[in-house]
């Protein structure tokens, strides 16, 4: 029996499907938890979106903000990236601060595209978790012998020269690498030496410094894996010199995780593979392109913080209610807060249901943030940034008509932009049209600070 193969982009409106692929698909989105399956990019928590809904009024299927492959039954979905992988490439290559490859449409066909993305993300938090060095940790080590080393232990070598009358018992403290994290962290790069069909080999998809750092490892911990590291990572322990070492340890787990697997003893049927939200990656994109873009001013990302910025509602007696947390705070060096900045990854196209292309509820979110940010009397922007689309709202009404205000406070401004997510540039230069967001968001801070 052929496989059935359901191939989508990500926001897009599916292909025409037969009765049975339709069937097959409610199915699948019924039985797939989205958490089980997300790898995380980065410190965002997972919503509740669909991988896909049905539009009633066009008698469609529309998928969500996931990219991904999912295997259910006999069948598998794939949902990849709407504006290509040399866009997705790209954005990824920011957020991590490197440069990364197109390998081609043979990564599609051998469906390893995903795959390289994944390994490019593991890689990143290799190197960062390797920053300072492998991940030691401090333990005893007991010496015997004519000399001292460290801290002697007078009853232990008092029961040892019962024996031999020239011998010192001590005790000094010694690095060695946390066998655990080691093991994990092996453990993920073979299983995606296998996923990249590089197994047995050094893996040609890290980098120079990322093979180096396994290297090290493997000659602290041998050649031989320890599989049942996985079910051990509980009982880590982390310390300041390994902390860094955390979210590898994270992301190393989840892809030992979502190997394939057979369905539950009791016989109903789980959907498996990997999903990555765009929205996640769109907003970390978007934040590191304000933080390259605008130097003068400090750009903060809050998904990376878990402190809250502000609270929408307090009481006299210090009570607090429904923290506020915008994806994007832009400062002055006085720390005044000029701007404040949602990256949403949406398309803005006019429906039945939504005439302006714009959420009612991304409007009352901003206009929250509006209210609790910034110094009552003085100016401060908001801004919507999603990816520019030639039949949506932002680019073809809303922008033009840019700032728009708040009713109730002129002060408080809010502008829509949008970024075209098919615009690439060579190097690391940007492209025209981040140019044209940094200009228009360098013209609105410079009202702020007036």
């Given at each position: 029996m052929n496989k059935r193969l359901v191939i989508v982009s990500d926001c897009s409106l599916f292909p025409s499907l037969s009765r049975d692929d339709e069937d097959w698909l409610k199915r699948l989105i019924q039985a797939t938890d989205v958490s089980s399956v997300l790898l995380p990019v980065g410190a965002r928590r997972p919503d509740d979106e669909p991988i896909a809904v049905y539009e009633s009024t066009i008698g469609r299927w529309r998928a969500g903000r996931y990219i991904g492959e999912l295997q259910f039954e006999n069948g598998i979905l794939r949902i990849e990236p709407r504006f290509g992988m040399p866009s997705l490439l790209r954005w990824l290559g920011e957020i991590w601060g490197m440069r990364l490859f197109d390998g081609g449409g043979a990564l599609?066909?051998?469906?390893?595209?995903?795959?390289?993305?994944i390994a490019h993300l593991w890689g990143g938090k290799l190197s960062a978790a390797a920053k300072h060095g492998l991940p030691y940790r401090r333990s005893d080590a007991i010496h015997i012998g004519p000399a001292m080393r460290g801290k002697l232990l007078p009853i232990q070598t008092a029961l040892v020269r019962a024996v031999r009358d020239d011998h010192l018992v001590s005790k000094t403290r010694i690095r060695v690498v946390d066998r655990l994290i080691g093991e994990i962290t092996l453990l993920a790069a073979q299983h995606l030496n296998g996923a990249l069909g590089t197994k047995g080999r050094r893996a040609s998809w890290l980098s120079e410094r990322g093979r180096d750092i396994l290297d090290e490892l493997k000659s602290f911990l041998g050649t031989h894996r320890d599989e049942g590291a996985v079910h051990k990572a509980h009982s880590i322990r982390?310390?300041?010199i390994t902390e860094g070492y955390r979210p590898l340890v994270e992301i190393s787990l989840s892809i030992l995780a979502r190997k394939p697997r057979l369905p539950?003893?009791?016989?109903?049927?789980?959907?498996?593979?990997?999903l990555l939200d765009m929205a996640e990656i769109w907003e970390l994109y978007i934040a590191k392109l304000l933080q390259?873009?605008?130097?003068?001013?400090?750009?903060?990302?809050t998904g990376r913080t878990k402190h809250n910025f502000q609270w929408l509602l307090t009481n006299g007696s210090g009570g607090v209610l429904q923290s506020l947390r915008p994806d994007i705070v832009v400062l002055d060096n006085h720390d005044q807060c000029l701007a404040i900045v949602d990256a949403k990854y949406k398309n803005t196209r006019s429906n039945?249901?939504?005439?302006?292309?714009?959420?009612?509820?991304d409007l009352y979110q901003l206009s929250a943030y509006l209210s609790g940010f910034g110094n009552p009397g003085h100016r401060l922007e908001g801004i919507l940034i999603y990816p520019e689309d030639d039949d949506g709202q932002v680019k073809s009404v809303l922008s033009s008509n840019n700032p728009w205000w708040l009713t109730s406070n002129h002060n408080r401004y809010l502008s829509f932009m949008s970024v075209d997510g098919t615009d690439t540039a060579p190097g690391s230069s940007l492209s025209g049209s981040e140019q044209v967001l940094i200009r228009d968001i360098e013209a609105r801070l410079g009202l702020a600070r007036e």
């Open positions: 599609k066909e051998q469906g390893l595209w995903l795959w390289v993305i982390y310390t300041p539950e003893a009791a016989g109903k049927a789980q959907s498996h593979g990997l390259a873009g605008l130097p003068y001013f400090r750009v903060l990302h039945s249901n939504n005439v302006n292309g714009v959420l009612r509820e």
